[in-house]
């Protein structure tokens, strides 16, 4: 699948006040935050793709985590009903951006689905019933993706948060997992690229058209990625990973 185009959101002020599971040791710095992420979106930019960047809105501490609000296959966006209370209205926006170039479907309570559960390969869509994406949603989402020809593959997460917190796609026959973290068996029929578990974070990467994103300070994974054939562009997500967030979680990407 060749990558186009990103759809990303800028930084708001709020945004030490983002979502955790476990307090960190640090508090967020925004302004470190936002030179990341500009970072990011130059490199997409680098890489050919054209990158929308919305406005952040500091009503919405972890708006600038777009991944959550919609999945997009063959030019249909469902937009979703994030699991996070504190979450909801962050999807109108990226609705918005999505209209042009989407047929947008939507999501009801008690549905419940984030954009991080869900990974495609092809014409397969795996997704984790998490904290975060219920029943519900899973049964949403095959409504709208089976018809157009896709296969949904459910994968049980327990206490990951989410499923691309531990693995990612290479491309639509290889999938980067983390050691000790979901069954490779789930992805049968792909090639499972291992690595350790104690870099389980880079699980979570971006690969744009053969070159991958990977967060910095991971030599291991980096060398096993680039041993793939892939090029490897690695950025700090240092302040994104003190609010649960990875690579994948700051862009729509089309």
């Not at 992420?37 to 930019?45: D, K």
Request: charged letters at 20%; hydrophobic letters at 40%; proline letters at 5%.
């Amino acid at each position: 699948m060749q990558l186009k185009h990103a759809i990303c959101r800028s930084i708001p002020d709020s945004f030490d006040r983002a979502i955790a599971q476990n307090r960190p040791a640090s508090p967020i710095n925004v302004q470190i935050a936002r030179q990341q992420h500009q970072g990011y979106v130059r490199t997409l930019r680098s890489l050919g793709l054209q990158v929308t960047v919305l406005p952040g809105d500091s009503a919405l501490p972890d708006c600038c985590f777009i991944e959550d609000c919609a999945v997009c296959a063959d030019g249909t966006a469902m937009i979703t009903r994030l699991g996070a209370d504190s979450r909801r209205g962050e999807e109108q926006a990226a609705a918005e951006a999505l209209k042009p170039n989407a047929h947008l479907e939507w999501m009801a309570a008690p549905a419940t689905l984030d954009g991080g559960d869900c990974l495609r390969m092809g014409s397969r869509l795996f997704l984790g019933r998490s904290q975060r994406t219920n029943a519900a949603g899973i049964d949403r989402l095959r409504a709208v993706f089976e018809p157009l020809g896709f296969e949904v593959i459910e994968i049980p997460l327990g206490p990951i948060l989410h499923l691309k917190c531990v693995c990612s796609g290479l491309d639509d026959d290889r999938v980067l997992l983390a050691e000790h973290t979901i069954s490779p068996e789930f992805f049968a029929g792909k090639r499972v690229v291992r690595i350790p578990a104690a870099e389980a974070h880079a699980a979570n990467c971006v690969c744009v058209n053969g070159t991958v994103l990977l967060a910095a300070g991971c030599p291991e994974s980096h060398r096993i990625i680039h041993a793939e054939g892939l090029d490897v562009i690695e950025l700090d997500m240092s302040e994104f990973r003190k609010a649960d967030g990875s690579m994948t979680c700051l862009s729509i990407l089309l």
